[in-house]
C-alpha cells in the first residue's frame, strides 16, 4: 500500500508541473510562439502547438496512470531535449542569468530522472494502468 500511495504522490507532483504548463502554453499561445521564435526554431507556430498539446495530454496520463510507462519514457526524453534546446548555454555575459539556466537545465535533467523512475516501476495499483479494464497492463 505504501508503494501505491508513493508512486501515486510521484504521478500527482510530476503532472502538477505539466498540466498547468501545456495549458497555459495554449492558452497564452502567442507568448509560446514568440518564445519559440526567440530561441531560432524553425516553425515556432507548430513548435507551441505542439509543445502546448504534449505537455498537457502526456500530464493527463500521467495523472490518471495510463500507459504510464510510455508516457513517462517520451516525457523524460522531452525533459532533456526542451532543457538543452532552452537552457544550455544560454545567460550570454550576464553571470545570474547563466546561471539561472544552468540550474534550469539540472531541474529539467532531474525530472528526467524521475520520470526514468516512474517508467521503471509502473504507474501502481491506484491507477488506470492498475485497473483491468480488459486491457493487459503489467503492474509490478
Not at 496512470?65 to 537552457?87: D, K, M, P, W
Request: charged share 10%; with cysteine; hydrophobic share 60%.
Amino acid at each position: 500500500m505504501f508503494r501505491n500511495a508513493l508512486l501515486l504522490v510521484s504521478r500527482l507532483l510530476l503532472a502538477a508541473l505539466f498540466v498547468p504548463s501545456g495549458f497555459q502554453a495554449l492558452t497564452h499561445i502567442s507568448g509560446t510562439i514568440n518564445y519559440f521564435a526567440g530561441l531560432g526554431l524553425p516553425l515556432p507556430s507548430l513548435a507551441a502547438w505542439g509543445t502546448g498539446l504534449f505537455e498537457l495530454i502526456a500530464g493527463l496520463l500521467i495523472l490518471i496512470g495510463f500507459q504510464t510507462r510510455i508516457v513517462a519514457l517520451l516525457l523524460a526524453a522531452f525533459c532533456i531535449v526542451a532543457g538543452f534546446i532552452g537552457h544550455y548555454g544560454q545567460g550570454g555575459d550576464d553571470a545570474t542569468l547563466a546561471f539561472l539556466h544552468q540550474q534550469m537545465l539540472m531541474k529539467d535533467v532531474a525530472i528526467a530522472g524521475g520520470f526514468l523512475a516512474l517508467a521503471m516501476a509502473g504507474a501502481g495499483a491506484w491507477s488506470a494502468d492498475g485497473r483491468d479494464f480488459g486491457i493487459s497492463a503489467e503492474v509490478t
